[in-house]
């Protein structure tokens, strides 16, 4: 009889790879690479997305704003009113503040995400300027502006506007110095809080506000008429 060999049952453990060749090893680095760049890839398209989108908000505010001034200073003159003056009404106001829905249609959107009003969402003033000198003065003027009358948000009467480098931000109780002078100023102010999309934790809420200014066309200055109608508007006292 011929013997067999007993088979041994212990098996050889695979040789472990040494750490050149763990290093050297470039399996899966691709993944690696992406795990890595993919939130950053990620974050720059939020903050891209957010940008543009408050780009466009800006430029929409600015020509709603722009919008408004220059229907104002379109008013013919009222053959009742003395010295070429122009005369208008709540029911005139009104129409004007509503092209901002036509100009700036994501207001109406923002206001439902918002669950709320569409004017709490937009606030707006029109306003009528209009300067006033020393009596007597021939040249050299040092002109002062008052609001003979103001709608929606308002401006503040009573006391005389301040003036403002061009380049400041845009308020209620101020005018760009460079823009006094005699006659009368029609002035349309927008104030918007502009919430981003996906970044709103870390910056929150964005101010834009934006004013524009126009000189009436075809009138010497604008009347408002608080008789022809209720309205959210108002005339205010101007000094003599």
């Known amino acids: ?33 992406i795990a ?10 939020l903050v891209g997305f ?5 780009t466009i908000y800006v430029r929409k505010a600015h020509l709603a704003a722009a919008t408004m001034a220059d229907l104002l200073a379109r008013v013919d003159p009222d053959p009742s009113l003395s010295n070429n003056a122009g005369r208008i009404t709540w029911a005139n106001l009104d129409s004007v503040f509503r092209t901002q829905l036509v100009v700036f249609p994501e207001l109406m959107e923002e206001a439902q995400i918002r669950n709320e009003w569409v004017w709490n969402t937009v606030k707006s003033s029109l306003s009528g300027i209009t300067f006033k000198t020393q009596a007597g003065c021939q040249s050299n003027c040092t002109y002062t502006p008052y ?3 103001t709608g929606g948000q308002g401006r503040p009467c ?15 109780s101020t005018l760009p ?3 006094f002078g005699p006659g009368f100023l029609v002035v349309a102010d927008l104030l918007f809080e502009y919430r981003p999309m996906f970044l709103r934790s870390v910056v929150g809420t964005v101010t834009i506000r934006r004013s524009f200014y126009a000189i009436p066309r075809y009138v010497s200055s604008i009347v408002y008429d608080p008789n022809a109608g209720a309205g959210n ?8």
């Open 1 to 33: 009889m011929i013997s067999r060999p007993l088979l041994s049952t212990r098996r050889t453990r695979p040789k472990r790879p040494g750490l050149r060749a763990w290093i050297g090893d470039r399996r899966g680095v691709a993944g690696l690479e």
């Open 36 to 45: 890595f760049i993919l939130p950053i890839l990620l974050v720059l398209a």
């Open 50 to 54: 957010d940008l543009a989108r408050y």
């Open 147 to 149: 609001v003979a009358w």
């Open 158 to 172: 009573a006391t005389p506007l301040t003036g403002a480098a061009t380049t400041a931000q845009p308020s209620p």
């Open 177 to 179: 110095a460079d823009i």
């Open 233 to 240: 508007a108002w005339v205010c006292t101007v000094p003599a």
